[in-house]
């Protein structure tokens, strides 16, 4: 078993930064792949950003890309979201996920944090 928890969520204006954090415990963090995803009131869980197990390899959703920055530190068994030049689309539960696959849906990942709660005015 792993154990997410997010932090770092909050309200911020339109243009502002925020860094998410996901600190997790239980099994090697290593071993995992990470990733973030995101939920909008009415709308499906989709996907944010991805950092691979292996070389962190990086990946984002198109609606994201040159804006947030998905990093993560073995050391510290955590992932990080930078989150620059927020619009007021990017307001959402965040949630971070591990897994032994990672992809685009969420289906595909076997852990998953309580979720923080990003609101973005505008």
């Known amino acids: 078993q792993v154990q997410l928890v997010e932090s770092g969520g909050g309200l911020v204006q339109a243009g502002g930064s925020l860094r998410l954090s996901c600190a997790a415990s239980?099994?090697?963090?290593?071993?995992?792949?990470l990733g973030w995803f995101r939920q909008a009131p009415g709308k499906e869980r989709e996907f944010v950003a991805i950092?691979?197990?292996?070389?962190?390899?990086?990946y984002y959703a198109d609606s994201v890309k040159g804006r947030f920055t998905i990093s993560r530190d073995n050391a510290k068994n955590t992932v990080y979201l930078q989150m620059n030049s927020l619009k007021p689309e990017d307001t959402a539960v965040y949630y971070c996920?591990?897994?032994?696959?990672?992809?685009?849906?969420?289906?595909?990942?076997?852990?998953w944090g309580q979720g923080t709660q990003v609101t973005v005015s505008s």
């Open positions: 239980g099994r090697t963090f290593s071993n995992y792949g």
């Open positions: 996920a591990a897994g032994t696959t990672i992809g685009y849906n969420s289906r595909s990942w076997d852990y």
């Open positions: 950092i691979s197990r292996v070389g962190g390899n990086t």
